[in-house]
């Protein structure tokens, strides 16, 4: 269409200091937490950082230290859930052929009723998929009183009866935590009784953590456990992976499983998006881990590790420039001639609707100011999506994550256990004899290593702008202030924000639900979210705020 | 491909699962009830997953921004009581948020460890973390007991308990007391409306609208100007009466009032379709000595007249029906006034008196209505019935669709919560003109779906 030159701006080091207008971040950030009250306000103050990196002489960045996964103090209105959101809505709730019953009463069970927009594509009508079902043990006040034990077997025995799934997950919630109900034994006599039904229970009452964070730890034990491994027989394929943390939010997992089999590569499970008890038990199979959302699914990238010896490494598929390179990574992984040449091949072939779409946004989108507050990983890996428009992130933070997630991997030993940490279990993962592989069979694997190729994730603040402000578990309050502050041309965030940045006449696009949009991944996901942005920036509802009269 | 591909017509009486509820818990509709008081901040006592879930619920459906602070306990709290997490909760929220009223509701785990609220608060107020002239409500809502609509009543009802007042045995003749019940904020705005052509003082609580159906401004107004004000709240012991609209959500409340204050009482069905909103009207004129505006009368006219206009496609259509008995008990009402067939009405609230109000109003004229309450009053149990026999129309919430989808029937959403439509925030279906906007509903979807399935050479220009 156009003649002019494509013109994409080089951000690859951002560096513009976060001045606005008048104000320093000093003062932005004593203005966020002015009305606190003292204790909180100290809190506060530890997970409010200004991004102030220091380059040493051998290259790497020390970063400002953050206050990470900590109690929200309460009072607070603040964006987290609760870890049996993060248990059964993250991690379980997109799997489709495993019943999750939610044990307690009727709320829990009904808010986590596909209200993520998890989809999922079952290849015929003969698949199972349970979805778009919801399915409680409603627990009365007689079971509080007397025990729910009882209602939860024959909760389990009347859905096998009805559906004969594959698997039956419990999920318990707080009071069932709280009166002493024993799900995981009811689960294990129920396993017993059905024989060929895989009857698990996750401990994911609501109170566990300080956020989802502890659900989706939770949940990943529980994977781990009762099914990865549980397929004996290789599966076919060559170039096996697995995508750890991708959640399949608005269809993105289908880009992503499309892409793969363009490039040759065979997807052996994605955990979660998209996914079935099948994909669970043989992932154990695959020889490269990519995890997306670190924030959620380390943990069993960790423990397939050392359990089965795949390594893994960080992807992201967020954005045109991530995804080519997240490709090109896992070709390199491979070392294989011919899988590299068919990854060339399909980012040469995306890529020019990606610089079509980019040049036709630009004259509108660049210099435009973001807020990203959302997720354990998507406050950053959207970032991406952003810079390929010229838009800055002048402000970004999460809503559950851990310092690790900020700082990176090198901070881990670091971090201190505290008393909410130390409720989830952490699982002692053996070598297995039979199924160990040597991770990898090519010879280059030690210099893979040596250049840093696995487990390096660098965190959010070392590819943020010098002094844009990182703020861990933002508040409404805090929110509303940065934005009345920095008037932001778009805020990321939940429905829970939404409508109030929005009455603040600054459009709020949800990075969790991808509200009417999505999906985002890959190169076509990138072309969309360009043209989501441009459209929500560019509106002309704002011009119509106020009144002529006014 | 069927969505809901693994429900079959084979209805086994269940015992212990509940399979899609047809209703949820009660702490959201505290959280609802309590934004219909202006500058209140209600606030969940409990886990932040409660807190967080009945936000994204309430935000999702009236598209509005829903506030409210929890006391964010974790294990601890579990263990040690809650009280530590409430006073400093209510520490913070002065300071940060400065609310007039904060309504502390109960979550199933706050309620299981024992917290005593009041306790709490008046602690809060000891240590000077509730400022002067400020105040906290309560009300428990265990979430295994009733069901949201209780919440709803329960929050309802403390505001009674904390705020009417009787100033003198003679009560102010034109004053009268409006619990609009579980509606949206538009149809609270209609009642008001048609109060207000009553010549009476109302007094509406809670009244969300202008809450939450705000004005865009640019600027972000944590408490709109909407809501029962404190003044009006205590003001409510001095009306001649009080109309309880919806005697499951208003109910209680009514009758704490006329039991603290000897405020006498109406509890109505809600006005949703033409004779309970005959009753509504019939109920203010012992209130105002007895007159109808003529264009009361005259807007009431006009829906008999699109009744009529309307009533062949009406005639014989059969209905299944879902939601909060309230509105089901209404709704079922006008549509056997549109000669219209409810055939399956079903409600996750348990409760018997449920039953016996449908009866009522179905009369013996309705033959083979299955009406059931209760844990297994769910969503799957109403496809099941539609699997064996199919309806013509479905009106219920969002999660209908599904149901709608797979045997391709319309419908008509109504009730709580809409996730996926936009605009019932601002339309009433209460009153009137809100039935009008009903009819038009209904019988768009049946001529829609005529025009669809109409062979080419009877596709009709004129209807």
Partial sequence: MSSKPIHTPDLSTPSEPFAVEALTADQIKGELTRQYPAKVKRKRDKQIVLNEKTKNQDGSLTLPVINANTRTSPGIITQRGCTYAGCKGVIMGPTRDIINITHGPIGCGFYSWLTRRNQTKPPTEEHDNYIPYSFSTDMQDENIIFGGEKKLKAAIQEAY???????????????????????HQACREMKRELVDCNVFAFSCEGYKGVSQSAGHHIAN??????MVGNQTKEPKGKFKINLLGEYNIGGDAFVLEEMFEKCGITLLSTFSGNSTVEQFERSHWAELNCVMCHRSINYVADMIEKKYGAPWIKVNFI??????????????FFNDADLTERVENFITAEYPAVLKAQAEVLPRTEGKRAMLFVGGSRAHSYQELFKEIGMKTIAAGYEFAHRDDYEGRKVLPDIKVDADSRNIEELTVERDEKLYREPKTNADLESLQKRDFFENYQGMMADMGEKAMIIDDVSHHEAEKLIEMCQPDIFCAGIKEKYAVQKLGVPCKQLHSYDYGGP??????????????????????????KAPWE | MALLRHTTDDVVERQALTVNPAKTCQPIGAMYAALGINR???HSHGSQGCCSYHRSTLSRHYKEPAMAATSSFTEGSSVFGGQANLLQALNTIFSVYDPDVVAVHTTCLSETIGDDIPQIADAAVAKGFVPEGKCVIHCNTPSYVGSHTTGFANMTKAMVDYFSTSTSEDKIADQINIIPGWVEPADMGEIKRLVKMMSLKGITFPDTSGVLDAPLTAEYNMYPKGGATIEQLEATGDSAGTIALGPICSGPAAEALQNKCQVPQNTLPLPIGLRATDMFIQTLRKYNGGNVPAEITAERGRLVDLVSDMSQYFYGKTVALWGDPDQLVSLTQFLVDLDMRPKYIITGTPGKAFLRRIGEVLGDGVKDVIVKQGAQADMLYIHQLIKRERVDLLIGNTYGKYISRDEDIPLIRHGFPI?????????????????????EKILDAFLDRQDRDAPEESFELTM
Avoid: W
Avoid at chain 1, 221 to 226: C, D, R
Avoid at chain 1, 319 to 332: N, P
């Fill in chain 1, 520 to 545: 985002y991944a890959g190169f076509q996901g990138a072309v969309r979210f360009y043209q989501d942005i441009d459209r929500m920036v560019n509106s002309k509802v704002k011009d119509m705020i």
């Fill in chain 2, 40 to 42: 209140c901040l209600p």
């Fill in chain 1, 161 to 183: 009866d009805m559906f004969h799934p594959k698997a039956i997950a419990v999920f318990a919630t707080c009071p069932v935590g709280l009166i002493g109900d024993d799900v």
């Fill in chain 1, 221 to 226: 034990n529980g994977v781990f456990q009762h």
């Fill in chain 2, 419 to 439: 996730l996926d439509r936009i605009g019932h925030q601002y339309f009433p279906t209460a009153g009137y003109r809100g039935a009008m906007r009903l009819c």
């Fill in chain 1, 319 to 332: 954005g045109a420039k991530a995804t080519a390179k997240s490709l090109r990574k896992i070709a390199e």
